[in-house]
């Protein structure tokens, strides 16, 4: 649901797409972040996703979220770490990489969902500028000033504030 909300309150077309297009939306994420997932659903290695008929017990080939749940399981941590603002550091010691690394992870997301990111800085910034975000339904998160935060406070109040509108 919090990934929906996002989605909605970024009004960000390639999450509200994939919603609207129903499915695994965390491997419609793997598939769009690694090419050789897309390549693979292309070649129809894989499927996306599998609706099966009458008589069917299984699909003529494998679901992405079985031949790739490593991806996939990377796609859904990232797509809800991000949703919370979760740092890089964080998602590197998690993933046990690079910082370099998850960056490159992160950026990748962010290039298909630029409307995200706009969003999240501008959350970031009111709560800089009026010590609050707002709800999607109206209600305030009032937050301490930030003018003489240390850093890690800041860090705190500003991943405070792009979680405080999804949830």
């Known amino acids: 649901m919090e990934l929906r909300i996002l989605a909605h309150l970024a009004k960000c077309e390639s999450m509200l797409d994939a919603f609207k297009a ?3 939306f965390h491997s419609r994420t793997a598939m769009n972040m690694y090419p050789h997932i ?3 659903v292309e070649r129809k290695e894989v499927l996306l996703e599998w609706h099966p008929q009458s008589g069917e017990d299984k ?3 494998p ?3 079985d031949a790739y749940a490593s991806e996939r399981r990377k796609a859904k941590m990232l797509n809800f770490s991000i949703a919370y603002g979760k740092t890089i550091v964080g998602l590197a010691r998690d993933w046990k990489v690079s910082r370099e690394e998850a960056q490159e992870t992160v950026d990748l997301w962010y290039s298909d969902r630029q409307e995200v990111l706009k969003w999240q800085e501008d959350r970031k910034k ?3 500028n009026r010590n609050k975000v707002f709800t999607l339904l109206g209600r305030a998160r009032d937050f301490p000033s930030l003018k ?3 850093s890690a406070h800041r860090h705190h109040i ?3 504030a792009i979680n405080a509108p999804v949830q």
């Open 22 to 24: 129903g499915g695994d």
């Open 38 to 40: 897309l390549a693979a």
């Open 59 to 61: 699909p003529p080939v």
């Open 63 to 65: 679901l992405l979220k």
């Open 126 to 128: 009111e709560a800089r």
């Open 148 to 150: 003489n935060a240390s």
């Open 158 to 160: 500003e991943r405070a």
